[in-house]
């Protein structure tokens, strides 16, 4: 992991940059969101993902690069939670009171 955050820095910073972005503009979109169903399925895939990842089942390039895609999700994820929670404090921030 520390080697994934050393070399691909520009990556993970560039994946957290526009996770913030998204966290922004995502509290204005009120768009539907997935079934539940959907929601399991990829909670399932998410789960094998990360065990395939953490057991080393792939072995060689694609399990660097399915190391590399699992951190670039989780802190592009984080940077959405980051964002959205920017947004929240700076328009409560600024809100006028009643």
């Not at 994820?77 to 920017?86: D, N, P, Y």
Request: proline share 3%; net charge positive.
């Amino acid at each position: 992991m520390a080697y994934l955050a050393t070399f691909h820095w520009g990556w993970l910073l560039a994946s957290v940059l526009l996770g913030m972005a998204m966290g922004w503009i995502a509290v204005v979109h009120r768009g539907q969101g997935v079934s539940k169903q959907t929601m399991r399925w990829l909670a399932a895939l998410a789960a094998a993902l990360v065990a395939a990842a953490l057991t080393h089942v792939i072995p060689g390039r694609p399990g660097y690069w399915l190391d590399l895609g699992l951190v670039m999700l989780a802190v592009y994820l984080v940077g959405c939670a980051v964002g959205s929670w920017l947004r929240d404090w700076v328009l409560t921030r600024n809100a006028p009171s009643a």
